[in-house]
């Protein structure tokens, strides 16, 4: 599966319209591609520059006693990105264009920019990515790792916080930032809890950092 930029030419006006970013969304941990969608709709609605892309995890959402969420009411289809379970694959899918991650996705994210044996990498034309409610790793294999990675080399990033997000705090998404160059690190800390804002000073920064990151 690939996605790109793309630019739409209007022939009977010869006229070229403006190159829109298409954005990659991987969702959380008992999330879906519809869900995660109704969700951002005003961002979306609100930033026309954009195009938002969304897809479910191959892997459905696993009950497995110990792992609560705010809320299990809805009966439709939830998904995971990994598993909790070390007899179970941990896994994710490639892309060719740039992306936006949530908590669970957002780890999956940060282990393929560390191009471990045997995983899943970046492609080379991604531009930046951004991390939503991204939780510290503590994985015996990866954190080591991690302590190690060399940060010369990074994508720009957008690390992406709520004040009141009780579930991924503040604090811990800034443990995964430090392993990421100071020089193309960015952290917003808006005044919501755990999801993607879409105040106007949100908004603002998000064009902002694109900006930037595309002409870098």
Same mark, same amino acid.
């Given at each position: 599966?690939?996605?790109?930029?793309? !630019?739409?030419?209007?022939?009977? =006006? =010869?006229?070229?319209?403006?190159?829109?970013?298409?954005?990659?969304?991987? #969702?959380?941990?008992?999330?879906?591609?519809?869900?995660?969608?109704?969700?951002?709709?005003?961002? !979306?609605?609100?930033?026309?520059?954009?195009?938002?892309?969304?897809?479910?995890?191959?892997?459905?959402?696993?009950?497995? +006693?110990?792992?609560?969420?705010?809320?299990?009411?809805?009966?439709?289809?939830?998904?995971?990105?990994?598993?909790?379970?070390?007899?179970?694959?941990?896994?994710?899918?490639?892309?060719?264009?740039?992306?936006?991650?949530?908590?669970?996705?957002?780890?999956?994210?940060?282990?393929?920019?560390?191009?471990?044996?045997?995983?899943?990498?970046?492609?080379?034309?991604?531009?930046?990515?951004?991390?939503? +409610?991204?939780?510290?790793?503590?994985?015996?294999?990866?954190?080591?790792?991690?302590?190690?990675?060399?940060?010369?080399?990074?994508?720009?990033?957008? #690390?992406?916080?709520?004040?009141?997000?009780?579930?991924?705090?503040?604090?811990?998404?800034? !443990?995964?930032?430090?392993?990421?160059?100071?020089?193309? =690190?960015?952290?917003?800390? #808006?005044?919501?809890?755990?999801?993607?804002?879409?105040?106007?000073?949100?908004?603002?920064?998000?064009?902002?950092?694109?900006?930037?990151?595309? #002409?870098?």
């Amino acid at each position: 599966m690939k996605f790109h930029i793309l !630019i739409f030419e209007q022939n009977m =006006a =010869a006229k070229v319209e403006s190159v829109k970013t298409r954005i990659l969304i991987l #969702h959380g941990f008992y999330d879906s591609a519809q869900n995660r969608q109704q969700q951002m709709r005003s961002l !979306i609605r609100s930033v026309k520059d954009m195009e938002f892309v969304f897809i479910d995890s191959p892997f459905p959402f696993v009950d497995y +006693g110990f792992l609560k969420s705010s809320d299990q009411s809805s009966t439709d289809q939830r998904y995971q990105w990994m598993s909790y379970r070390p007899d179970w694959p941990v896994t994710s899918y490639n892309y060719d264009t740039i992306k936006e991650r949530f908590s669970q996705g957002a780890i999956v994210c940060v282990t393929m920019m560390l191009n471990i044996p045997q995983w899943p990498i970046l492609p080379n034309c991604i531009k930046f990515i951004i991390l939503v +409610g991204c939780p510290p790793i503590n994985d015996e294999t990866i954190k080591p790792i991690l302590e190690t990675f060399n940060t010369q080399n990074q994508l720009p990033s957008l #690390h992406v916080s709520g004040t009141n997000d009780t579930l991924i705090t503040p604090e811990m998404s800034k !443990i995964v930032l430090q392993y990421f160059n100071p020089s193309l =690190a960015e952290f917003y800390l #808006h005044k919501g809890g755990h999801y993607c804002p879409n105040d106007s000073d949100f908004r603002k920064k998000l064009k902002e950092f694109m900006q930037r990151a595309c #002409h870098s």
